[in-house]
Structure formats: C-alpha cells, structure tokens
C-alpha cells in the first residue's frame, strides 16, 4: 500500500534521505522511527507529495506520488505535528470545512463529522478550536487526517501532546483504523510511542535504512545471533561448561545462572543442570529500548 524505491532527497548536497526501500501491505500499523534529522519527516513530505524527490520513487496504493499527486492526495490524511485549524470554528466546522475542501456531499458529511468527533471523543464539545489544549487538537487532528475516509493516514509525531488518557485513546483509535482496512503510518523519534501500536517498523538513521521488520525481526537481528539464557534450579547447580557458551554468571548460590550462548543450547544445558532440580530455563528476550539505543548508537558512531 505504500512503497518507496530507492527514495532519496538531497539538500545542497546532503542527503536527508538515501536510497531508503519500503513496502508497507495494507492494514499495517507501521512506525518509521529514528533520532531527531533521521529523514522521517523528509520522508513523510515525499510520501504526501509536498516535495518531491531527488531520485527514486514513492507509491500509495499503487500511484506514483510525483506523479499523480492530486490522485494521491484522495487516498491520503495527513496529520503534521502541528496540525492548523480555523480558532474561531468549533471541531465540527472545522471538519466541515475540511469535508468540504475535498468535495464530499451534504449528506455524507452529516454524517461522517458526528463518527469521527465520536471516535476521537471530541463529541458534545461546543467550544470553538481556540480554546482547545494541545490534546484535544492533536485528536481533532486525528479526525481530520480520517475525514475523506483514506486507505492511507500518515501520523508525524502524533502522540507529543497527548496525556495518558489521550495515548490511550489514540492507541485504540489507530487499532480500530487498521482493523477497517487503513494502513497507518507513524512516524516518532520515541519507541514506546510506536511500539504497543505499530505491527512493524523501520529504523532511520541519518537519512538511511538500518533496520526493520516486526519487533521481534528487530530484536534478533540485533542479537547478531546471541542468545541469554536464564537458569534456576532448586540446589546448587554446577559449572555449565560448554563450546558456545561466551558468560555465565551466577547468584544466589549457584541456583540462579544468566548464560550467554552463541547459540540456544538449553538442551545441552538441561543434561548438565538436570540432577540439580531445573525451576527455570529459558531464553531471556532482549530490551527493547536497548535494542532500539544500539540502532541509534551504532548509527552515530559510523
Ligand atoms: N528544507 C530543508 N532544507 C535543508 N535541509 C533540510 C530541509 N528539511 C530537512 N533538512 C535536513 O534534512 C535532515 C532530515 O530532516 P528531517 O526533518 O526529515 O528529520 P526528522 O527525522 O523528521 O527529524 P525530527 O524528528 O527532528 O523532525 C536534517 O539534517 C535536516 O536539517
């Protein structure tokens, strides 16, 4: 649903976007994360057809963004970081008047506006936009970016200004977007923003594609196939020697162990601390922030 090929952005001789390759199925929730400059936003403007690219190319549902942008612009909402509205209309003028930018009939908006003011639990609200928090603009931008019922919504930073409650909220309105058949995509430079609600993600740094995938694709491939493995047995266990095992170390008297292994060799582990009583073995999944700092450092060092 979107696609980008070879995607690149250069300004005055920087690339703020390099050669980055992405294929987003529909109905994803997807994060494009990295550090403050990594190209996100670049990225999102080429996507949306506000600028255009150096070299490359960028698809939604098929259409070439460059190419074709008013085709594009139908099938797409946008919410910037900073969305803009009319301070003087309420929400429902406001996406009125959106609605009406993009020529939907009377009948449609009476009753698409009252939907989405309820999905983002801004219904019942009279006060003009104005007076509103940065929370309640941020979900009003929500329902704006929906309003012409996109196959595609891209979110810049969309969770900056929302409490608790507000994340929440969001998280259940983008699960239900997705669920409809709308791809989502999110753009952060904080992992825990994006990832209780995207189903994958990819990592930017300085204009480039580092990682991606699912969360766990993330996670192995940073591992670089190490795997930490926790014993606990009932007595003292003893020394676990064996060719793939890079550490251990062990507390409680013996009967706690993490071992770092080249490889999962539980079972090997199991022959050897079996007499011993085994409580627990398994394999420790790694942090994600950890994984996810590793990413950013490795980036800044190169
Ligand atoms: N109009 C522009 N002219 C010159 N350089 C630009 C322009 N827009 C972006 N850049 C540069 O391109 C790089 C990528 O910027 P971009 O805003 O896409 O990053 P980002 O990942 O969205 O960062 P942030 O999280 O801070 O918004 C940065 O080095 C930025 O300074």
């Not at 930073?157 to 699960?175: H, K, M, S, W």
Request: proline letters at 5%; hydrophobic letters at 40%.
């Amino acid at each position: 649903m979107i696609r980008c090929e070879h995607l690149t952005k250069v300004y005055n001789g920087v690339a703020a976007v390099d050669d980055l390759n992405l294929a987003i199925p529909a109905g994803e929730i997807f994060g494009l994360l990295g550090p403050n400059g990594a190209g996100k936003s670049t990225t999102i403007l080429m996507l949306i057809g506000l600028i255009e690219p150096t070299s490359g190319a960028c698809f939604i549902d098929g259409i070439e963004v460059a190419k074709n942008p008013i085709e594009v612009k139908h099938r797409i909402g946008y919410m910037p970081e900073d969305v803009g509205f009319y301070a003087t209309l309420t929400a429902e003028e406001n996406l009125d008047y959106s609605a009406k930018l993009y020529g939907m009939d009377a009948a449609v908006r009476r009753k698409r506006i009252p939907d989405l003011l309820s999905l983002v639990g801004l219904d019942g609200v009279e006060k003009v936009v104005g007076g509103y928090s940065k929370g309640m603009r941020q979900r009003l931008g929500l329902a704006k970016a929906l309003i012409n019922e996109p196959k595609v919504i891209i979110l810049d930073e969309p969770t900056a200004n929302l409490d608790p409650q507000g994340v929440a909220d969001y998280r259940r309105i983008l699960g239900e977007t997705a669920e409809n058949g709308t791809t989502v995509l999110v753009s952060s430079h904080i992992l825990s923003e994006v990832n209780r609600v995207c189903t994958s993600a990819a990592i930017l740094a300085h204009g480039k594609y580092v990682a991606g995938g699912t969360w766990d694709d993330l996670a192995r491939t940073r591992e670089k196939g190490e795997c930490v493995i926790r014993l606990e047995t009932r007595s003292p266990m003893p020394e676990i020697v064996h060719p793939a095992l890079l550490s251990a170390e062990y507390a409680d008297g013996h009967r706690s162990a993490r071992l770092v292994a080249g490889a999962d060799i539980r079972d090997e582990i199991a022959a050897v601390a079996g007499p011993a009583g085994i409580r627990r073995l398994e394999v420790e999944a790694p942090d994600l922030e950890d994984v996810f700092l590793s990413y950013y450092h490795e980036e800044a060092a190169s």
